[in-house]
């Protein structure tokens, strides 16, 4: 049974730093994992995803430059680094994973990821 666990996040002022990780339990192979995030009455927006894999990369237009999302030693672990933060990055950061095996193509897409976290918060302030 594969589950997402995220850890971090939390509160900085604006133009500060905070880190979320995952930890995908009982994924064996390689896929497709990224972040997402959603705010109240808007829709879930894909932030930065990457292949496992080969660990290529992608980002949302608004994030490229501040954020960086990694592997980590562990398999389907994942780590995104959010430097220079915005109070427009507010928002509850979610986990997530393709099924499939996938390499990211339509990365942005919720539909394309079957395996989601609970979600971790990230508020930033002016």
């Known amino acids: 049974q594969v589950q997402l666990v995220e850890s971090g996040g939390g509160s900085v002022q604006a133009g500060g730093s905070l880190r979320v990780s995952c930890a995908a339990s009982g994924l064996t192979f390689n896929t497709c994992m990224a972040w997402f995030r959603q705010t109240p009455g808007l829709e879930r927006e894909g932030v930065a995803a990457i292949y496992t894999g080969y660990g290529h990369t992608y980002y949302a237009d608004s994030v490229k430059g501040r954020f960086t999302i990694s592997r980590g030693s562990a398999k389907n672990t994942v780590s995104l680094q959010m430097n220079d933060l915005e109070p427009e990055d507010t928002a509850l950061y979610y986990c997530?994973?393709?099924?499939?095996?996938?390499?990211?193509?339509?990365?942005?897409?919720?539909?394309?990821?079957?395996?989601w976290g609970q979600g971790t918060q990230v508020t930033v302030s002016s």
């Open positions: 997530a994973a393709d099924s499939r095996g996938g390499r990211c193509r339509g990365w942005t897409d919720p539909s394309e990821y079957y395996f």
